[in-house]
């Protein structure tokens, strides 16, 4: 997919749109996503601004957007106006290596469990075969008007 296909695919937009690219999609099982890390980003302004390191946050929500596209492409959730993929578990998430601008950010998302409406993913992120980060991470479909009314 393209950066384009990636956008329309996604509800995310600027600055947080953290996937450029889909190099391989498998629907109900995985998904390879590339992620440019540029300078240039405003997730940089402040981590830090001495030493530009992406925020492990900023790596979670990347594979986030990785999954999601592949949950959308698998069951066809989120593509309804309203619906969007929520984070709701993450498991054994281990930040092993720092990414600086410049790097490229493969990530690569193995489906454990799709049961309805929620996903369990395993994730690996990697710069140049190095693993920077990997963990698990549950997901769950919901609609705008499910969380009206409940404080949220």
Do not use: W
């Amino acid at each position: 997919m393209t950066f384009e296909e990636v956008r329309a695919a996604l509800k995310q937009r600027f600055p947080m749109i953290m996937v450029d690219t889909v190099t391989s999609i498998e629907p109900g099982k995985s998904i390879r996503t590339v992620k440019n890390v540029t300078g240039n980003e405003i997730q940089f302004l402040g981590h830090f601004p001495e030493h530009a390191v992406m925020a492990g946050t900023m790596i979670v929500e990347a594979v986030g957007q990785s999954a999601s596209i592949l949950f959308s492409k698998t069951t066809g959730a989120g593509v309804q106006p309203g619906d969007f993929l929520v984070l709701g578990v993450i498991n054994e998430m281990r930040f092993l290596a720092p990414v600086f601008p410049g790097n490229r950010l493969d990530m690569e998302i193995q489906v454990l469990k799709f049961i309805g409406d929620f996903a369990l993913v395993e994730a690996v992120a990697t710069v140049d075969g190095t693993v920077v980060a990997q963990g698990k991470l549950g997901f769950a479909k919901r609609g705008l008007a499910s969380s009206e009314g409940k404080g949220q």
